[in-house]
């Protein structure tokens, strides 16, 4: 059985490690970024992030004021048991998220859409997202928090097999141009790309590519890495760089999730995971060990499987 | 070619703004204070007076919510402090200028050529863009003291009004000019230059959109 106050006091330092800390891998990706760039604009603002990201750290104070909107991956070992159910397990994550609001202070973004309620603790209907996976094996609870920026650089279109690769490439591409102008995107960000699934799993599948995968991560389909490698190089190619100004570095790097989809279509969507790539994650195991580690590990042999049962061992043999 | 870097008043003279180019760095001392479309609805639309006096204490309109508290005991803590995109708020600043007489507007991603030149031009007004968007904690570090927040009780934390002491707030860059330029116009004029190469072989999606297509009489298949 997990204790709650754990599972409360672990959430709550999450958010504060998510506002604060850049990630370890997105900031290797920035400073290969910043050695490789040679715009002096977009130099100049790559230089000011890393020294942001040491500011943020040194004053634990958020890296960015706009904090994004925080939300919560929950994955659970088959034998998981939570104290008080999984009711509580949310109560948990919803006193978390408004406590560390106030505590690290993150900026209260989460209105209502039409009346503009501000609870002033990112809390409120649907608010904060809490979506759920399993694996297998195991008595842990991971506990992944994701604070992403809520406003541009994602995009979804019905594409169709006629369109091709060569159709995807122009939508990502067109993604790229829309929301990299001006900088709107906060790029150089790690792009995930959703193909297939229905259109809601389509949005859901990129935006989890973005922000659930790490930076230098791969698909485990061979020909899916290649295209991530092709769309990272093409995304670069474009010539645009931090904040829209000439550059070299736009995409950090790019990742891919697929789902099986109508047989008709190949819907696909675009998110862009911003200069302050806010994610931090915890596993919280029955004895009250807590492990921090930087990779969500979403993605596993289980969540891709593609066949009926879940067989491992033959999976593994093959 | 290492940008310039310039320390500029948030009351700034006539002169030290024609001063200003295109790519130059700026750091900020003085008071500035925060108004995005909560602020500019209730002074413009609702006729609410502001609380502050006009151009006289600042001249610098920050679009910026931090991420701040007011403690129990009234006092303030502000964290990280980051623009949002001024594009929206065109709709307003043309009468809110001529209202507060504000030189400096401060955001993210800048207005386009034709407002610099309609209105911020006319009111001696230019744009400072805030670095990378996400330079939120050095920002935070260049905020001396938080003088006040109004409008907390009407319009909520992220849409009050705060005011801000500033020393050596930056960096910021200079994306507009006394000859209504825009720094993002220019960079995108560069890049243009090169998206036919990198669309090369890719092909329009088979289902167009309206938005593709401005005329709805027309299909979309």
């Known amino acids: ?318 | 070619m290492k940008p310039r870097e310039i320390r500029l008043s948030t009351t700034p003279t006539p002169e030290a703004i024609a001063e200003l180019r295109l790519g130059d760095i700026v750091y900020l001392d003085g008071l500035m204070y925060t108004a995005r479309e909560g602020v500019y609805m209730r002074a413009l639309e609702e006729k609410a007076n502001i609380p502050m006096e006009l151009p006289s204490e600042s001249a610098a309109n920050f679009h910026c919510s931090p991420a701040a508290r007011i403690n129990a005991d009234g006092s303030f803590d502000m964290g990280a402090v980051t623009a949002t995109a001024s594009f929206r708020f065109a709709k307003w600043l043309p009468e809110w200028m001529e209202k507060t007489g504000a030189k400096l507007i401060i955001g993210k991603g800048g207005m386009t050529s034709r407002d610099y030149k309609s209105y911020f031009v006319p009111n001696g007004a230019v744009y400072l863009s805030t670095v990378g968007y996400g330079t939120g904690a050095l920002l935070g570090r260049g905020v001396e003291n938080v003088e006040a927040v109004h409008w907390n009780e009407e319009l909520g934390l992220a849409q009050a009004m705060w005011v801000i002491r500033c020393r050596k707030m930056g960096p910021f860059i200079v994306a507009s000019d006394m000859n209504g330029d825009c720094l993002f116009e220019r960079e995108n004029a560069k890049i243009a230059q090169n998206i036919e190469r990198v669309y090369e072989g890719t092909k329009p999606a088979v289902l167009k959109r309206y938005g593709e297509s401005d005329d709805r009489s027309d299909e979309v298949i």
């Open chain 1, 1 to 318: 059985m997990i204790p709650i106050d754990l599972i409360q006091k672990t959430a709550e330092t999450l958010m504060d490690k998510a506002a604060i800390e850049i990630p370890e891998d997105y900031l290797t990706g920035l400073q290969e970024a910043a050695r490789t760039e040679d715009g002096d604009l977009s130099s100049f603002v790559l230089k000011a992030m890393l020294d942001n990201y040491e500011a943020a750290k040194a004053d634990r104070r958020a890296m960015c004021g706009d904090t994004g909107v925080p939300r919560w991956f929950v994955k659970l070992g088959n034998d998981a048991k939570v104290e008080g159910g999984m009711c509580a397990l949310e109560t948990a994550l919803r006193r978390a998220t408004a406590t560390a609001t106030n505590g690290v202070p993150l900026r209260p973004n989460r209105v209502h859409p039409l009346w503009r309620t501000d609870h002033n603790n990112n809390v409120g209907i649907g608010a904060p997202e809490i979506e759920y996976g399993f694996e297998p094996e195991g008595e842990w609870i991971d506990l992944i928090t994701v604070h992403k920026g809520g406003l541009f650089g994602t995009d979804y279109r019905m594409l169709f097999p006629s369109d091709g690769i060569q159709g995807i490439k122009r939508f990502y591409l067109d993604s790229l141009m829309a929301f990299g102008k001006r900088g709107l995107a906060c790029q150089p960000a790690i792009i995930g790309i959703g193909l297939g699934g229905s259109k809601d799993i389509c949005m859901t599948l990129g935006k989890r590519a973005s922000v659930l995968r790490t930076v230098g991560s791969r698909n485990s389909d061979p020909r899916i890495a290649e295209m991530e490698d092709e769309f990272k190089e093409l995304g670069n190619s474009i010539g645009m760089g931090a904040m829209g100004f000439v550059g070299k570095n736009m995409v950090i790097d790019c990742n891919i999730e697929v789902g099986y989809c109508h047989t008709g279509g190949m819907p696909m969507s675009v998110h862009a995971f911003c200069l302050s790539s806010r994610r931090a994650v915890a596993r919280i195991y029955p004895d009250g060990r807590v492990e921090h580690r930087a990779d969500p590990d979403w993605f596993t042999p289980y969540q891709r499987r593609e066949t009926v049962e879940w067989e491992p061992v033959r999976e593994a043999a093959e």
